[in-house]
């Protein structure tokens, strides 16, 4: 289990907005709001969108829904709020219990979220800056100007830089 902070947008912002807010905060992922529901992308998703022309993060379908880990359950868990990696398996079995999720949303503003990862392993790759460009096939992340990827020769999709 760890908690990452990732920067929240609304379904209207667009792919490039989305981007530069990832690029900012250090995050690979960003996370969508809409009303009251919320979905995680990642950073190649919306760099591929970009690629095929779609221009708002409500485009897209490749989100996942990011359900909100209830109070009532962190009180049946005994998961603590104030520093919740002191109660990771607390967290973890409201994740299962939640149907087996990989992210839960803690609590959220306009501009940020925080979530929890149902293992280490799943949140650190959140934690760093976001690559321009991915193979279109085996999404690797790969070196601005590289035009085949080094690895299934495939096309590469990049997202530019907002001016
Ligand atoms: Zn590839």
Redesign the pocket.
């Known amino acids: 289990m760890k908690t990452v902070d990732l920067p929240v947008v609304s379904s209207a912002a667009s792919l490039k907005t989305s981007f530069q807010q990832m690029v900012k905060q250090g995050r690979t992922a960003v996370v969508e709001r809409q009303g009251n529901a919320f979905r995680i992308h990642t950073a190649r998703d919306i760099v591929r969108a970009s690629a095929k022309g779609l221009f708002t993060l409500g485009e897209l379908r490749t989100g996942r829904p990011l359900d909100s880990i209830e109070v009532n359950d962190l009180a049946r868990h005994g998961a603590r709020l104030s520093v919740p990696t002191d109660s990771s398996s607390a967290y973890e079995s409201i994740l299962r219990e939640m149907g087996d999720q990989d992210y839960g949303l803690l609590t959220s503003t306009d501009r940020s979220a925080i979530i929890v990862t149902r293992s280490e392993g799943l949140g650190f790759p959140l934690e760093a800056s976001p690559a321009y460009c991915y193979?279109?096939?085996?999404?690797?992340s790969?070196p601005e100007g590289t035009t085949r990827?080094?690895?299934?020769?495939?096309p590469i999709d990049c997202i530019t830089a907002e001016q």
């Open positions: 193979c279109s096939r085996c999404g690797d790969v990827c080094p690895k299934c020769h495939s």
